[in-house]
């Protein structure tokens, strides 16, 4: 598996645990609103027995390892990383776009948490990603989380090309779902065109949307 970033404690990326995150390159989306652009090709690799060696080390401070990107799901070794760092005692968090839901089944038994992204309403993720894309798979992806054991978040990052009803049909396609996390959108650096995110009154707005059909709806980044 290739690792192109770590970050070495966060507070935030893994709900009610200390983690170190570690950031795959490569990604099989092209999200509009992408913060990990650098990522996608990155030209320099963290040593892996050093990363290794660092979570060894940081065993008694650290209690679960996030595994973000990029696509996490593309890398090959990633089933063999994560029994490596559960050996070490670590939780393991997963971030995924869900466009691959067969890797992601196959990882359920070794994952602790996964963090899914819900894009767009179903059949509207051109609105977020740069090229045709069917979104099928994602939601094969979402109804294995839905029906299984695994603790899971849904997460929308809500743009400003996407609406209150836009969020509420998203809500609605995994009605029943455990968590679901409306994030604020940030403007990318490059993009200085882009459109202002929403304000407060309209993500509340969304979140008592979504609450109709998710029992555990929050927001992040207001
Ligand atoms: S899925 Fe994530 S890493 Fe990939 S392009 Fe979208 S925001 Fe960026």
Redesign the pocket.
Known sequence: MQIAGLVKNSFVDYPGLIAAVVFVPG?????W?????A?WKAESLLDMAEVMRFLEKRRAFLDGVVIS???PTLQAGLVQFIRGVKAMGYRVKLDT?GLKPDAVAGLLPDIDYIAM?LKAPPGEIHRV?SFGLDDAPVWQCADLLISGEVDYEFRTTFMPTLDVADIEAIAQRVKGARRYVIQQYRKPDSRTLSPEPHGKETIKNAAEAAAKYVRDVAVRGI
């Open positions: 990604c099989n989306m092209d999200c609103y992408c913060h990990n652009r990522l990107g990029g696509e776009n992204d990603v």
